[in-house]
């Protein structure tokens, strides 16, 4: 829906109300007002969504606005400011309370079921603000790999205890600097932002690192941080390279990464470069050439035929698909 469609929709509704309320019971009036709070509230959502790198908002509310929401385009890290209730995302269902946090990343399906009346924080961003937020190259490279990543278990994603408080300041700080914008409020508030994607994004490195089994060792760790973080540079990540860098014999890489992953080095790399790759045809600009500098492919062609080979279409076909089915 583009901006001119959300206004005319959005007069043609408050119109409605207006004519409905005039006419209406008087008892019935608290429920048209309810009514359309949650109208302006999606109306938000849907201008945020459009045209902001990234947005805040603070929602009380008693029902959640609708049931089957789109999916998300963006990351959207939501913070429980009081209430409780049930979280329910790709047909999971999380128990929520006071102090939670709970992450959604681009393709996640998400509505609440609100059982005490709650007051919501959202904070939306996507890879644009990533970028442009002021983060270090390899920092914004790590988060976007953690942030991409994460699955959803149970229960808040924030399971450090000393990590709650500095959470809850945080968003407090950037709930006053929006009310108040004082002198700089704008930077404050994209420093108290990237505070807030480090913390959680901490948080889900540390108790969620879902590629390694049970039996996991440090150094396998560290290996698969080694070719997350240097992803965008193939020859850092060829076998060669990786066995210098961790006195891993050659022959017995293959062997022992396979052990802790669970998957071959060459399938680990090819399916979160098609990550990376798919997040960009998806949620950003970028042009195919661009694409390709930043992800280390030789040329265009390189990267065609390394993407037609997982998908079966190039990347500018699977970016028209996209925008077709979701327009």
């Known amino acids: 829906m583009d901006d001119s469609k959300s206004e005319e929709l959005l007069m043609i509704y408050l119109s409605t109300l207006y004519i409905d309320n005039k006419m209406a019971n008087p008892s019935l009036r608290g429920s048209i007002c309810t009514n359309l709070r949650y109208f302006l509230y999606i109306y938000t959502m849907i201008k945020q969504q459009l045209y902001q790198p990234y947005s805040i908002s603070v929602e009380t509310l008693i029902k959640y606005p609708l049931r089957d929401l789109k999916q998300n385009s963006f990351f959207e890290i939501i913070y429980i400011l009081s209430g409780s209730g049930k979280q329910r995302i790709n047909e999971n269902k999380f128990a929520y309370n006071t102090g939670d946090v709970f992450l959604l990343t681009p393709g996640d399906k998400s509505c609440f079921d609100i059982e005490e009346e709650t007051k919501f924080f959202f904070l939306r961003f996507n890879n644009i603000y990533l970028k442009e937020s002021g983060l270090m190259k390899d920092n914004i490279q790590r988060v976007e790999y953690i942030l991409q990543n994460a699955n959803h278990r149970p229960g808040c994603i924030v399971k450090n205890e000393t990590d709650k408080p500095l959470l809850r300041a945080v968003v407090e700080g950037l709930m006053q600097e929006h009310i108040n914008r004082d002198t700089c409020w704008e930077k404050l508030c994209m420093q108290l932002v990237n505070t807030m994607i480090v913390i959680v994004g901490r948080n889900i490195e540390k108790y969620l690192p879902e590629e390694l089994t049970e039996d996991q060792e440090e150094k396998a760790y560290d290996l698969l941080q080694y070719i997350q973080a240097n992803i965008y540079d193939p020859s850092k990540i060829k076998a060669e390279s990786l066995?210098?860098?961790?006195?891993?014999?050659?022959?017995?890489?293959?062997?022992?990464?396979?052990?802790?992953?669970?998957?071959?080095?060459?399938?680990?790399?090819?399916?979160?470069?098609?990550?990376?790759?798919?997040?960009?045809?998806?949620?950003?600009?970028?042009?195919?050439?661009?694409?390709?500098?930043?992800?280390?492919?030789?040329?265009?062609?390189?990267?065609?035929?390394?993407?037609?080979?997982?998908?079966g279409i190039n990347p500018s076909e699977y970016r028209r698909t996209a925008e077709v089915l979701t327009a």
């Open 243 to 311: 066995s210098r860098e961790f006195g891993i014999s050659i022959n017995y890489l293959g062997r022992y990464f396979k052990k802790h992953t669970g998957k071959t080095l060459q399938d680990y790399v090819t399916s979160y470069k098609i990550k990376l790759v798919e997040n960009r045809l998806l949620h950003s600009t970028m042009r195919i050439s661009e694409i390709v500098d930043e992800l280390g492919f030789s040329d265009e062609s390189h990267l065609n035929k390394f993407f037609k080979k997982q998908h």
